[in-house]
């Protein structure tokens, strides 16, 4: 998979954190996948949501913790193969704009907070 940036957007990734294109691409993604759509799970059998809300807890939420730490700190701290099979979920179920919008969120995230009480 290639990207395609200008040297400006190169320029103010690299002096802004420490994350690739598709690291901070993905932390855009998983923060607005934790915060949901309003009225998300109106209909959701509650079976169904406990499963969400602790796929949520133990895999979304700590990747995007461990991807804004490495965007912080510089230190990478995930597990390659759930990054890639998170970033691959999210490449087929998202467009380019989409792509350029969650970069562009993810540029000026500092904290994520996810409550899985439902």
Not at 21 to 37: D, M
């Amino acid at each position: 998979m290639k990207y395609t940036i200008t040297q400006e957007q190169y320029n103010r990734v690299m002096n802004r954190n420490n994350l690739t294109v598709p690291e901070q691409t993905l932390l855009g993604f998983l923060n607005r996948f934790l915060q949901g759509e309003k009225g998300e799970f109106e209909n959701t059998p509650v079976n169904d949501l406990k499963k969400t809300m602790l796929f949520n807890s133990k895999t979304i939420y700590p990747m995007a913790q461990k991807l804004l730490e490495k965007k912080n700190t510089g230190k990478k701290t995930y597990d390659d193969k759930t990054f890639n099979s998170l970033f691959m979920a999210m490449d087929k179920a998202i467009t380019k704009e989409q792509r350029y919008e969650f970069f562009n969120d993810a540029a000026n995230l500092t904290k994520i907070t996810y409550n899985s009480q439902f």
